[in-house]
């Protein structure tokens, strides 16, 4: 018999039948109760949500892979001017579920940020469409009228905000279905990141290939309409599953009580910490899952010191207790592995955008009637990332666990570093094709381009699904739409990098505009080759930077124990499991 607490219908003492029927993880209902097992969460909850996300990401791929041909042949920008427009946009679009996630995780809760966000997106659709069908608005050969381009970069720019509050809430909101304490559905979680992304690479399939063959074949305007009716379909299925959902109630702002801690350990930096661990500050109100404590950032644990001869000052700034203080060793720990992914950003922005372009400069006939669309080679890498989730998911976990006993068959921060490796020999494999495609005297065939969206996509396979788990799993719970936020500011902050490093090598290979840089007015004046062969030596040795960061971090281990760490019989239990959890 054990007593299950945080459940607020309070269902006293049960026997291991009656706890297995409840799900105790702070989540709730439709109707703020306690969520059943059997009736809530789990696959049955995720598959609405992973339906909405195959429809977004079919509207974002798109309108994503496609921008760039938009903004050359259309509003006929510079192929420079284009690649930085294109990759401030693609910044802002995964920067904004920054804000989006703490929205989400603070104040508004992932269900309803996700239906805000939705709505916007949508906004930003139909404007798109009626600047490509409204007669007066459509662009006319040379001619683009300005109303038409105000329309054009408001919707874009519409969508990215749709996509901020949209990615991080519903990717955490469908994790949320799973119960980290059952054994089963943790297992189903790891399971979860793989097939979400398959998900997403066939939105991103159909969007490449579907939407862009309209966008070519029929037009913008008739390829917008579609990407709405969708998006609007999905929303309705998507609130269909209200019932079956496992609800995450916000509680303010998460910042804040990290914001705590550092206040309380630089207030009492000058007290010594307690030989035992175990004489540290913790309680248990039950509604949250503890952290053990770790030994690494040890001047924080002075947030968690008693005061006074072990009076209990429980001033919010003035104590906190061991669980918050971990939290925020959690965070902190975080900012070298974000800093160490970054260049793995920057080599994935090249894929919808000079990868696209060496794609138009390519022979891109199947046969004599039929033209691939340049955005359609997009579908390699989806079609690669698919086939690498698919086997790592059903071969390679299941083998390690086997071989080594062990839970999880491939760490996560391992499974990132593989896919890094792989956009290194990407990006070389790019240089080495693009500089024969320089050398050729007759027009090379767009597969040529196979080997580096397949790489890439077998490196996105292991390293943004990688990421999605890292920064879900290893925030606190109060912050998992914003791990989400953090994972997609990986791909944000890197495209703004890349812009950034495309600007200064164009400044510094040109001698100021004085000849013919890295990036010229068309492919045949350019040398991505050399600016593909910077990247893959920057990725390399910021991989060997990676793999130290690496092997120095600490991940997340929970128990639950109350009252002061090891001061009773729960809390001896906690420590016995805090020790398992760290020699596992």
């Given at each position: 018999m054990r007593k299950q607490q945080g459940l607020s219908g309070g269902h006293g003492d049960v026997d291991d039948g009656e706890w297995d029927k409840w799900v105790d993880d702070s989540s709730v209902d439709h109707r703020g109760r306690p969520p059943l097992r059997a009736a809530t969460g789990s696959w049955r909850a995720a598959m609405f949500?992973?339906?909405?996300?195959?429809?977004?990401?079919?509207?974002?791929?798109?309108i994503a892979t496609s921008l760039m041909i938009y903004l050359t042949k259309v509003l006929h920008q510079d192929m420079k001017v284009a690649a930085e427009n294109s990759q401030y946009w693609m910044s802002v679009t995964t920067l904004m579920p920054l804000l989006g996630g703490f929205l989400a995780d603070a104040y508004l809760g992932r269900f309803r940020t996700v239906l805000l966000s939705t709505a916007v997106y949508l906004l930003g659709l139909v404007l798109l469409a009626v600047a490509q069908l409204a007669p007066g608005l459509k662009p006319s050969g040379v001619s683009v009228p300005r109303v038409h381009e105000t329309l054009f970069f408001v919707g874009i720019y519409l969508v990215s905000v749709g996509t901020g509050g949209h990615k991080p809430a519903l990717e955490s909101f469908g994790a949320d279905q799973f119960d980290d304490g059952h054994a089963g559905e943790r297992l189903q979680k790891m399971s979860y990141f793989n097939w979400w992304n398959c998900a997403l690479c066939s939105g991103v399939l159909l969007g490449v290939t579907v939407v862009v063959y309209i966008q070519e074949r029929v037009g913008w305007g008739a390829a917008t309409v579609l990407l709405a009716a969708v998006m609007g379909c999905s929303l309705v299925v998507y609130l269909a599953g209200w019932r079956t959902y496992r609800y995450r109630v916000p509680q303010g702002s998460p910042l804040t009580?990290?914001?705590?801690?550092?206040?309380?350990?630089?207030?009492?930096?000058?007290?010594?910490?307690?030989?035992?661990?175990?004489?540290?500050?913790?309680?248990?109100?039950?509604?949250?899952?503890?952290?053990?404590?770790?030994?690494?950032?040890?001047?924080?644990?002075?947030?968690?010191?008693?005061?006074?001869?072990?009076?209990?000052?429980?001033?919010?700034?003035?104590?906190?207790?061991?669980?918050?203080v971990e939290e925020t060793k959690l965070v902190v720990s975080m900012v070298p592995i974000w800093v160490a992914t970054l260049p793995f950003g920057m080599a994935a922005a090249q894929v919808s955008t000079?990868?696209?372009?060496?794609?138009?400069?390519?022979?891109?006939?199947?046969?004599?009637?039929?033209?691939?669309?340049?955005?359609?080679?997009?579908?390699?890498?989806?079609?690669a990332m698919i086939a690498t989730v698919a086997l790592v998911d059903k071969v390679l976990e299941p083998c390690l666990r086997r071989a080594t006993g062990a839970e999880r068959g491939i760490s996560v921060l391992r499974r990132i570093g593989v896919g890094m490796a792989f956009a290194v020999v990407a990006m070389a494999v790019?240089?080495?094709?693009?500089?024969?495609?320089?050398?050729?005297?007759?027009?090379?065939?767009?597969?040529?381009?196979?080997?580096?969206?397949?790489?890439?996509?077998v490196g996105d396979g292991f390293a943004l699904v990688g990421l999605q788990e890292y920064f879900y799993d290893q925030m606190p719970d109060t912050m998992r739409s914003l791990g989400i936020g953090l994972?997609?500011?990986?791909?944000?902050?890197?495209?703004?990098?890349?812009?950034?490093?495309?600007?200064?090598?164009?400044?510094?290979?040109?001698?100021g505009g004085r000849r013919d840089g890295w990036f010229g007015k068309d492919l045949s004046r350019s040398r991505l080759d050399l600016f593909y062969w910077l990247l893959a030596g920057i990725s390399a040795a910021n991989l060997g930077f990676y793999v130290l960061v690496a092997t120095r971090y600490s991940y997340k281990q929970q128990t639950a124990k109350a009252g002061r760490v090891g001061a009773d019989k729960d809390a001896a239990a906690g420590d016995v499991e805090c020790a398992i959890a760290a020699a596992a």
């Open positions: 949500i992973i339906l909405i996300e195959f429809s977004e990401r079919l509207s974002y791929f798109g009580p990290l914001l705590r801690v550092a206040v309380a350990a630089v207030m009492k930096r000058r007290l010594q910490l307690p030989a035992d661990a175990g004489e540290l500050y913790e309680e248990n109100d039950g509604k949250k899952r503890l952290l053990c404590h770790t030994d690494q950032l040890r001047c924080l644990d002075k947030a968690a010191i008693f005061e006074h001869g072990g009076e209990v000052w429980r001033g919010a700034w003035r104590l906190a207790t061991v669980t918050q000079f990868f696209i372009k060496q794609g138009m400069a390519m022979d891109r006939h199947l046969g004599p009637h039929f033209v691939l669309p340049p955005a359609s080679v997009f579908a390699l890498a989806a079609l790019a240089a080495v094709v693009e500089r024969r495609r320089l050398d050729s005297k007759v027009t090379m065939s767009v597969f040529w381009l196979v080997p580096q969206f397949a790489l890439m996509g994972y997609l500011s990986v791909i944000g902050a890197g495209s703004f990098l890349s812009s950034q490093l495309i600007a200064a090598a164009s400044r510094l290979s040109s001698h």
